[in-house]
Each structure stands twice: as structure tokens, then as C-alpha cells.
């Protein structure tokens, strides 16, 4: 699909002027304002939708098909950073949630230490 759209130099328009497919990877996913992927592919979406003339009596035009290549490459950025953002806020869960259990181990320990009685805990530092 990349190697396509490179070979045909393919450009999307945005409030910063042309870009190319490399620049999508620096989109954002949404933005108050200038560039982000969400508004490309609504632009995208919209020429698919508007593009052709409907006729009950003439054969069915197709859209563009260069137009449906577009779309398809911003979906797949779109979904590419969507899974990436999913597993960066699990993995954060994670590290959360590994931090937690480490300090109620540690808070477990002390009270398992603190409930030694004088002459394990002498033996306990003089082993140290």
C-alpha cells in the first residue's frame, strides 16, 4: 500500500498545504487547529460520498479511485496510531498498577518484620 502510494507521489491537502504520506505519521489524531488526521479523512470521506452522480438510468459512476486509496492510507495511519495509543495506555495501567502491589508488598514485609520478636530481630541484624 506504501510502496503504491510513494510510487504515484501521493499528496493530501491540509491547512499547512500538501502533504505526503510520510507526513501523516506526524498528524495527530484530532486538533483544535491545523492539520490532524481526523479532518483529512472527513475531507476524504466527503469527496467519496459526493463525488459521483447518482443516475437510476445510466450505469453507476465510481468514484475516484485515487480518492478511495487516500482515504484507505489515512484510515490505516488513523488505525495504526489508535492501537498504538491503546497500548500505551495499558502498558501505563500496568506500570500503575506493578508500582501499587510493590508498595503494599513493601508495607507487608515491615509488618511481617515488625511482628518478629527482640531475639529474631538480633539475630536478624547480627547476620547482617
Avoid: C
Avoid at 438510468?57 to 487516500?70: C, G, H, L, R
Amino acid at each position: 500500500m506504501f510502496e503504491k502510494a510513494t510510487r504515484l507521489k501521493i499528496r493530501f491537502d491540509s491547512p499547512k498545504g500538501q502533504l505526503s504520506v510520510e507526513d501523516l505519521w506526524d498528524l495527530p489524531l484530532t486538533s483544535v487547529r491545523g492539520a490532524n488526521l481526523d479532518d483529512i479523512a472527513r475531507g476524504l470521506y466527503l469527496q467519496l460520498k459526493s463525488g459521483a452522480d447518482v443516475s437510476f438510468v445510466n450505469e453507476a459512476q465510481k468514484s475516484d479511485p485515487t480518492i478511495q486509496f487516500k482515504f484507505d492510507l489515512v484510515k490505516h495511519v488513523i488505525d495504526v496510531k489508535l492501537a498504538e495509543n491503546a497500548a500505551a495506555a495499558a502498558a501505563s495501567a500496568n506500570r500503575e498498577k506493578k508500582q501499587q502491589l510493590l508498595a503494599i508488598l513493601a508495607q507487608k514485609e515491615n509488618e511481617a518484620l515488625a511482628g518478629q520478636s527482640i531475639d529474631e530481630l538480633r539475630a536478624a541484624i547480627a547476620a547482617l
